[in-house]
């Protein structure tokens, strides 16, 4: 079986994210300590990408990528080790422009060390020397993030050239949600060369939950973002114990997207 070794220090704690992608063959990534005590694994069946995010104490630390079943493979793969900010920083983000009109799709992560409310992305768009040409801003998908919680976001507007983007983040402070679980998900042809992601979603807790919607994350070979899509639930508010329908469109050309993530949205 063929193994690849990788070692890193931190010298304060922090939340990390490590990711194993554009995998040629099923592989397992392991976080191990100095002396190789296994602490975590991600081992999704296939060649998605594998990722962890762990919040880790100061020390060494070493990454072990293995491939499943004695495999292997000489095509090259991708290894990414990032130190998270604190605050809710954006995890990956990708921008697309059809005309005048740009799309920004993204993930911010809760890394405050307790539970947030709902975070508001901004982009603000610049020149190639650095002058501001737009700005856009909204709200991600979630209203409340525990603690090393994800959701995504979705930006749209009217922007001129640019060069580069900067995108900032903040937080508001976390107030009640219901509890709220993706029961089931089919997929089906959709117009276009699109699919239609089907589903329903239960209210597993003791409140009535309003405005119930479903997001869904699509995510390149190296666990980037490649789009977002949400869609509310019918009906939208769901008494303890009740099921709502939903139906996200999935885009035309992510037919062979490596791995989906589900979220969603109850506002009280």
């Known amino acids: 079986g063929d193994e690849d070794w990788y070692r890193f220090t931190l010298t304060s704690a922090r939340r990390v994210v490590m990711t194993a992608g554009n995998l040629p063959a099923d592989a397992r990534l392991e976080l191990r300590s100095t002396c ?3 602490l975590a694994a991600s081992d999704h069946a296939g060649t998605r990408f594998e990722q962890l995010v762990r919040r880790l104490k100061p020390g060494t630390y070493r990454l072990r990528v293995v ?3 004695g495999a292997r493979a000489d095509q090259p793969y991708i290894v990414r080790f990032r130190q998270l900010a604190s605050g809710a920083p954006v995890l990956s983000s990708r921008a697309t422009r ?3 009109q740009v799309r920004l799709v993204g ?3 809760n890394n405050t060390g307790a539970a947030a409310g709902r975070v508001t992305v901004t982009a603000t768009f610049l020149s190639a020397s650095g002058k501001t040409v737009a700005t856009l801003q909204g709200l991600a998908f979630a209203d409340r993030l525990a603690d090393g919680a994800v959701t995504p976001f979705q930006l749209s507007g009217t922007v001129p050239a640019y060069a580069a983007v900067r995108l900032s983040t903040t937080a508001a402070a976390a107030t009640g949600a219901p509890s ?3 029961t089931s998900l089919v997929y089906s042809p959709g117009p276009g060369g699109t699919t239609l992601e089907q589903g ?5 807790g003791s409140t009535t939950a309003r405005s119930v919607a479903v997001a869904r994350t699509w995510y390149g070979a190296h666990g980037e973002v490649l789009d977002v899509g949400w869609s509310s639930a019918a009906p939208s508010m769901l008494a303890p114990g009740e099921v ?3 139906t996200v469109t999935r885009p ?3 037919a062979t997207l490596q791995a989906t993530a589900t979220a969603w949205r109850a506002m009280l």
């Open 36 to 38: 190789g005590t296994l």
């Open 67 to 69: 491939a499943d079943g």
């Open 98 to 100: 059809s005309g005048s």
């Open 107 to 109: 993930e911010v992560i």
């Open 180 to 182: 709220l679980a993706v």
């Open 200 to 204: 329903t979603v239960k209210n597993t």
């Open 244 to 246: 709502g329908a939903f």
């Open 252 to 254: 035309a050309g992510l």
